[in-house]
């Protein structure tokens, strides 16, 4: 399928695609509103965000989904209020229900991360995870988030895909597509009827949404443009997104229910140790380019 020729048409595909996505969103990124959630959305902004500027007073989240880092944020007490966007009715919606069965209050709107409908300098944070790949006016976006910020305030994205660390990661996954007949058959698992689905969103529409894939060179350049200062751009997850990536490409073969518990158990804690490696011995050493994920923090004079 082609990818759509206008930004609107792009804007208007990542809706419908999140909205089919939404309901099986948490259950298939392994989205935690416990320890473990909270410990990988701190672990992350830990990386990028002073620690002297902690807790937050005032946090937007841009391209909420269904809460991930606000709503952790709001549990460990590190923002006061947040504030929650996403341009799919349907990903606030399950948003809504996961604030209100953990108790929380936040404020969720359903609106175009470029066409923010807050005042100016409303925010101490902006923060927002995988989100700034779907965006098809990245400056015209960061220029926003300048607006909403109070003068010293800050912006956090993470998890946000490396161009060459999405090239690196395609071998493990071609290689886990080529093992997976002889990987069902070990796991008697079937093969699935809809392989790597989301949710009910198309499939086809993946590469579609998926607008980006970044240099570092490229968000430091879209917050020095949006006159942010203090820019910093880093990498994350190597030896961990290898893994992570092949069995997830293995999963995405054989129908969900079939797979045995003892293999999500390895791939889980396997993913997790494999963080740890790269977060103690490969970031920081290593340049972010080689990395899967990127991340970028940036402050207004």
Same mark, same amino acid.
């Given at each position: ?37 909270? &410990? ?12 002297? $500027?902690? !807790? ?25 209020? @947040? ?5 799919? !009715?349907?990903?606030?919606? #399950? ?14 709107? @359903? ?10 300098? @409303? ?28 003068? /010293? ?5 993470? /998890? ?23 990987? $069902? $058959? ?5 093969? @699935? ?12 529409? &993946? ?8 240099? !570092?060179? &490229?968000?430091?350049?879209?917050? +020095? ?9 880093? /990498? ?11 069995? +997830?490409?293995? &999963? ?6 079939? #797979?045995?518990?003892?293999? +999500? ?14 977060? +103690?011995?490969?970031?920081? $050493? ?14 207004? !004079?």
């Amino acid at each position: 399928m082609a990818a759509p020729a206008t930004a609107e048409a792009i804007r208007d595909v990542n809706t419908r695609y999140h909205d089919d996505a939404a309901g099986s969103y948490d259950a298939k990124w392994g989205i935690d509103f416990g320890p473990g959630g909270l &410990e990988q959305v701190m672990g992350k902004l830990g990386k990028i965000l002073p620690r002297s $500027r902690w !807790p937050f007073a005032y946090a937007l989240e841009v391209g909420a989904g269904t809460g991930y880092f606000s709503l952790n944020l709001l549990l460990a007490g590190q923002v006061r209020r @947040a504030t929650c966007t996403d341009i799919s !009715p349907g990903m606030i919606d #399950v948003l809504d229900r996961n604030a209100a069965r953990l108790g929380l209050d936040v404020d969720a709107v @359903a609106c175009d991360a470029e066409r923010l409908p807050f005042e100016d300098g @409303a925010f101490d944070l902006v923060v927002g995870h995988a989100v700034l790949h779907h965006l098809p006016d990245l400056d015209r976006a960061f220029a926003e988030f300048h607006r909403v910020l109070r003068p /010293g305030g800050w912006i956090a994205f993470c /998890g946000e895909p490396s161009q060459l660390g999405d090239q690196l990661a395609s071998v493990p996954k071609r290689a886990a597509w080529e093992a997976a007949p002889a990987w $069902r $058959r070990l796991i008697r698992a079937a093969e @699935a009827a809809h392989p790597g689905q989301h949710g009910e969103a198309e499939p086809g529409l &993946e590469h579609v949404v998926d607008v980006h894939a970044f240099r !570092p060179e &490229e968000l430091e350049r879209h917050a +020095r443009g949006a006159g942010f200062a203090d820019v910093r751009v880093r /990498g994350e997850e190597l030896l961990a997104s290898w893994f992570g990536w092949a069995n +997830r490409a293995l &999963e995405a073969t054989a129908e969900p229910d079939e #797979v045995p518990w003892a293999w +999500r158990q390895y791939a889980y804690r396997g993913y997790l140790l494999l963080q740890q490696v790269d977060r +103690r011995l490969l970031e920081g $050493r290593l340049p972010p380019a080689i990395f899967y994920n990127l991340m970028v923090a940036a402050r207004r !004079p």
